[in-house]
Structures are given as structure tokens and as C-alpha cells.
């Protein structure tokens, strides 16, 4: 079915993390006339990737199209965490109006800030969908009036700032243009009606030379890379010869191979694409974010696409733990290397630098969830290495040093409200605003991206699990001389390799809490604990008790060991300091010191006490 320009609507899905755009988009596509009867959509159809679906988050972005009436309707479902807020640039080059979805309780967050201010700025026409309106605690009128302060916070102009508002229940799969609760029908009509009322056809010329701008990448084994975009101006048709403006202004010449169109949940190979529509074109091998394809003769390239710089880096490295090698596929250097660029080949978030000729990386992103999302998918690909503490980017700008600072907001629970400030204030953060409630207080912060490393565990605590903290990129700043981020207390750790038992850990969990549980393979160096001290502790958990031929009068009782404390991946990036590694297996996660010899690392840990308490002296 071939559609013309002005049946065509190209829109983003844009919303904080949490607030449902990808189960609003599963009832598009099954409320729509686009599956057939026999399809049977599972939950968050959208979120292929195994990762996205265990965490409820979508970390790359994702096109479908919808059948509606005569309409075609291209829709971008969008990451709605900041550290993914690069997918969200790039989708804003696509599409000609934006769908804001706003929960219908929390309302304005930091991330629907960020992702309403790109659309604003790329001129977009909005819609506002209210979701989650069937909760008893959805209090609509009032988060429409939030919305609308953002707008005209972000100076908006008259015509985005009347946007049409509809009120969904995306997981129920009801809607009405109406807030009140008793109006909603199973239906999706009134959003899909919105979308072509609202957002205007794409502004192409069908007839002139062709223009076509990669805005995403994507892989396939037949084909290999693919640019996903929309075709700016023309047509073009499977084996078409064309150029390619690359980004650092060369030509290069190609056969177009494939052409995909996209509906539902397929991807269909089409033999001639339009103007005004989204598709997907393979035959450059190195095609890359940004580029512009072209007639041959006509070249014209189209604005390089901009995406913010990173602000997190961590140092990645070969494992050389005594027991690399033992759990991973995939260990050594050039594989690590191989896999890390391959990365950055779909990704424009994320750098790499090799160090020198080593077995080192520095590899930088928008966060730490983001780093550590590449760090688990590598883990299950089978790669086996280590990675260093996360810490925010300093620049030098008009020979200052600057640092990333953050918009966070903080929404906690009143009693606990003194706790969140105390640790946000420990952490380098500038109260901005607060707002009391009746049961929740909301503070709004200016902080250092490095107070936010290591902070989740600290936050929960403080909250009693009951807070939330969102945020994302604000600006570089002047640097402030504090220390934040490293743990206070020390660690156990072990002082000989071999098989941990239940005697030896006995004898040293009362200095901490334990990570390991008997019968656990461990090396010198590895951190088995947390001391409940702020020094390290080496101990030995390899201990076995002396075999006599005495027994006790009341024979050898079973000994009762605490429950050892489990980490995720997470967990571990936020713990260690500075002097410390996490090993990452496929079958395993553990902490250790970076110089594993005890008698060196004591060396070492004395030398650097030393040189600290000599810079304070001279303080």
C-alpha cells in the first residue's frame, strides 16, 4: 500500500521514564486496523532487547507504523531515561510533532523537561496525553496546569502552547478527550484522531533530487548496517546508484541494496521509498549518524545531526584476575576492542579511546546506567574484563576547570525529607526549589554529576525505599574543591586464594558483612566483605579448622553463618573506590583491589595515607 505525503504523520512518543509510552504505543498497534486478528501482541511489544524488558525501560529507540482510516502513521517510541537522551536528539529530525506523555499523578518530571525543551527547540507541534488516569491518586487538572507552566517555561510559542490534551489508561487500553474518569471507552481513536488533526503532513517536494538523513543505525547479518530515516526530498529505489555526503565532507558513491518499510511489528522490503516517509536503506557498510544520501551530481548535504558530549567515563580493561579466563568466551584484548568499536558504531553516545597499544579503554557515555547497560550486554555476549569506578568528565574551558552539573528532582516521603537534604548537601548539591505536600515534599537541585555517582544505595536508605531521584544534564561549571562519592567504610578482603568454608568466614564476619558464602572459589586481592570499620581488612576465608582427634564435650556444633550481602552490577559500580576493580564474567560479578598482593597493596595503601595527610598539612 503506497502512501502519499499528506497521508502520512511522522510522531515521537516522548515522556519521563515510567510514564508509559511503550504500553500507550502497544494499544496503538493493537487498536489501530494495522495486525491482523491472528497477531497476538505480547506486553511491550516495542522492547525487543531481553535487558529492556526486565528493567520495564526502553534504552534504544524504536520505529513502527499504524494503519488508521487512509492514514499512515510513522511512530518513534522514545528512551525515557536521561542517560539514553541521545536516541531522543536524533528522533526529533524524523517526525513533525511529538505525543507528550504525562503521568497523570507525578506529573512534570526532570526527563519531560528535557524531552518536551528538544521538541520546542526543533519546532515541533505537540499533543499531551494523560496517562494512568484510572489511579486513584491521577489528579488531572492540576498536572495539566504543570504541563502548561513547563510550555511556557520553555518558551513555547502560542501555537504549541495550545496543544490538544487526550486522557488514556494504556495499560486498560481506554481513552476520551475528557478528564473525567466515567468518558473512557476502549479505544484509541481519540489519541490516533488527535495525531492527524494535530500534527501536520510532512513539508517534502516528492519531485526533487533525493535527500535521505541516517538518524539511527541499525544491524542485520544479511545486509549489515542500516541508516533509519526519512526521506527528505524525492524518492529512491532499490538498486539506485547514489552518494553519500559523509560527516567529514567527502563523497563516497554506492548501490542502494535494500530498502525497508516498516508496519506493525515487520520490517518489509519495499522496492521505492517517498518523500515524507520513514525507512531503513543498507549498502554502505560505514554509513554512520548524520549523513546524507543523495542523487549522484546533486549532492546537497543536510545539517549534521548535533547529540550532546558524554559526562561519565569509567576505565574498561583485559581481566588479568588469577581466574581470567575461566567463565568468558571472549578475554583478550582484541576482541574487548573489536566489540567496544563495534559498539560505538550504533551508538553516538558513547566514546572509546584505546590507551595507548594496552589492554585498557577509556570508554565515556551520558551516565552510569548507560555504561552499565553496555557492561551487562557484553557480559551476557560472554566477554569476560574489568571496569573502574564511574567519574564525570572535567573540561578545561577558558582554562578553568569545569565539571557536569545536574538538574535533579527529589520526591521523598516528609519524614524523611531532613535525610535527603543532608545527603544532597554532603554531595555537593544547590537546593533550588521545595515544595511541601501533604504526605511528599519535592526538592529540586543543581548538583555535580560526580555527587550523583555511588548515590542511589545512600538515597534509598535515607528515603526508607520510598524516594525517587531523577535527573539529567544541565551544564559544565566551575569545579568546587570537595571530595564526594567515596565509600566510608573499608572492606575485608581475602588474603589467599582457594575455597572459602563456613570456618573461616565465621571467624571474620563479625568484623563486617560478608559477600561471600562458604564453598566459594576466591583469590588474594578479591574483597570478600565490608569491614564495619573505615580501614581494609585482610583476612582469610580460605581457612579450614584444625583436623584433631579430640572432640569437644559438646562435639562439633553446625555453625550458623549470616546471610551473605548480594550486589548487582549496579550495585558494585557505585561501591568500590577508587583503588578498586569490578571483575565481570558471564557467570560471575566480583570486587576486588586493583594491586592484589597483600604486602604491595599495604605499601601502597601507607604511601597514600602519607602523601594526604602531608596536602592537608600544608592546607
Known amino acids: 500500500m503506497e502512501f502519499s505525503p499528506e497521508k502520512i504523520r511522522n510522531v515521537a512518543i516522548i515522556a519521563h521514564v515510567d510514564h508509559g509510552k511503550t504500553t500507550l504505543v502497544d494499544q496503538l498497534l493493537k487498536k489501530s486496523d494495522t495486525l491482523s486478528a491472528r497477531v497476538e501482541l505480547q506486553e511491550r511489544a516495542m522492547d525487543s532487547n531481553d ?72 519546532n515541533l507541534k505537540p499533543i499531551v496525553v494523560i496517562n494512568k488516569v484510572d489511579k486513584e491518586s491521577a489528579r488531572c487538572e492540576e498536572v495539566i496546569d504543570e504541563v502548561l507552566d513547563l510550555f511556557i517555561e520553555l518558551g513555547a510559542s502560542d501555537e504549541q502552547a495550545d496543544f490538544k490534551v487526550a486522557y488514556v489508561s494504556a495499560l486498560r487500553g481506554t481513552s476520551s478527550l475528557s478528564s473525567d474518569i466515567t468518558t473512557q471507552r476502549e479505544t484509541m481513536n481519540p489519541v490516533l484522531d488527535l495525531i492527524i488533526s494535530e500534527i501536520p503532513a510532512p513539508k517534502v517536494d516528492i519531485n526533487g533530487s533525493l535527500q535521505f538523513q541516517g538518524c539511527l543505525l541499525d544491524y542485520n547479518d544479511y545486509v549489515g548496517r542500516m541508516a533509519i530515516g526519512r526521506v527528505k526530498r524525492g524518492k529512491v529505489s532499490v538498486g539506485q546508484m547514489v552518494s553519500c555526503i559523509r560527516t567529514d565532507k567527502t563523497i563516497k558513491q554506492f548501490r542502494i541494496q535494500k530498502i525497508f518499510g516498516f508496519l506493525g511489528l515487520e520490517r518489509r522490503e519495499i522496492e521505492t521509498a517517498y518523500a515524507g516517509d520513514v525507512i531503513a536503506i543498507a549498502g554502505l557498510a560505514d554509513i ?109 574551558i577558558d582554562g578553568v576547570k569545569c565539571e557536569p552539573f545536574e538538574f535533579c528532582q527529589v520526591d521523598a516521603p516528609n519524614e524523611t525529607i531532613g535525610n535527603a537534604i543532608e545527603l544532597l548537601g554532603r554531595r555537593g548539591g544547590i537546593m533550588i526549589d521545595m515544595e511541601g505536600g501533604f504526605t511528599q515534599t519535592r526538592l529540586i537541585y543543581h548538583i555535580p554529576s560526580r555527587g550523583l555517582i555511588g548515590l542511589s544505595t545512600d538515597f534509598m536508605t535515607a528515603t526508607k525505599g520510598y524516594g525517587t531521584l531523577s535527573h539529567n544534564f544541565l551544564e559544565y561549571r566551575p569545579m568546587e574543591n570537595m571530595e564526594v562519592g567515596e ?15 563456613a570456618y573461616g568466614i565465621g571467624q571474620v564476619e563479625d568484623r ?54 548480594r550486589m548487582s552490577l549496579e550495585v558494585c559500580l557505585d561501591y568500590i573506590n577508587d583503588d578498586e576493580l569490578v571483575e565481570v564474567t558471564p557467570k560471575s560479578i566480583r570486587l576486588r583491589k586493583r594491586i592484589l598482593d597483600t604486602v604491595n597493596r599495604k605499601k601502597f595503601d601507607a604511601k597514600r595515607i602519607a602523601e594526604r595527610k602531608a596536602a592537608q598539612e600544608n592546607k
Open 512 to 565: 563486617g558483612t560478608m559477600f561471600v558464602e562458604p564453598n566459594e572459589n576466591v583469590y588474594e586481592g578479591q574483597i570478600v566483605g565490608e569491614c564495619s570499620r573505615d580501614e581494609d581488612l585482610s583476612v582469610n576465608v580460605a581457612k579450614a579448622k584444625a583436623m584433631t582427634n579430640q572432640r569437644s564435650a559438646n562435639k562439633d556444633l553446625t555453625v550458623v553463618l549470616k546471610k551473605p550481602r
Open 288 to 396: 554512520f549518524v548524520g549523513e546524507t544520501i543523495c542523487d549522484v551530481g546533486r549532492e546537497e548535504a543536510l545539517p549534521l545531526i548535533h547529540v550532546s558530549e558524554p559526562t561519565v567515563e569509567m576505565n574498561f580493561s583485559t581481566n588479568d584476575s588469577p581466574f581470567s579466563g575461566r567463565e568468558g568466551a571472549f578475554v583478550t584484548s582484541t576482541k574487548i576492542n573489536d566489540r567496544l568499536f563495534k559498539e560505538t558504531q550504533k551508538d553516538v553516545s558513547l566514546r572509546v579511546e584505546r590507551i595507548g597499544k594496552g589492554e585498557e579503554w577509556i570508554v565515556s557515555g551520558r551516565g552510569e546506567l548507560h555504561l552499565g547497560i553496555l557492561i551487562e550486554t557484553m557480559r551476557r555476549e560472554g566477554y569476560e574484563f574489568q571496569v573502574a569506578k564511574p567519574r564525570a568528565i572535567i573540561k578545561l
Open 487 to 501: 565509600r566510608k567504610l573499608g572492606v575485608l578482603v581475602a588474603c589467599e586464594e582457594g575455597k572459602t568454608t
Open 51 to 122: 535487558l529492556e524488558r526486565e528493567r520495564g525501560i526502553t534504552i534504544l529507540a524504536k520505529n513502527t507504523a499504524v494503519k488508521y482510516k487512509d492514514y499512515k502513521i510513522n511512530i518513534l517510541d522514545t528512551p525515557g531515561h536521561a542517560d539514553f537522551s541521545g536516541e531522543v536528539e536524533r528522533i526529533m529530525m524524523m517526525v513533525d510533532g511529538v505525543v507528550l506523555v504525562v503521568d497523570a499523578y507525578e506529573g512534570v518530571m526532570p526527563q519531560t523537561r528535557f524531552v518536551l525543551k528538544k521538541a520546542l527547540e526543533s
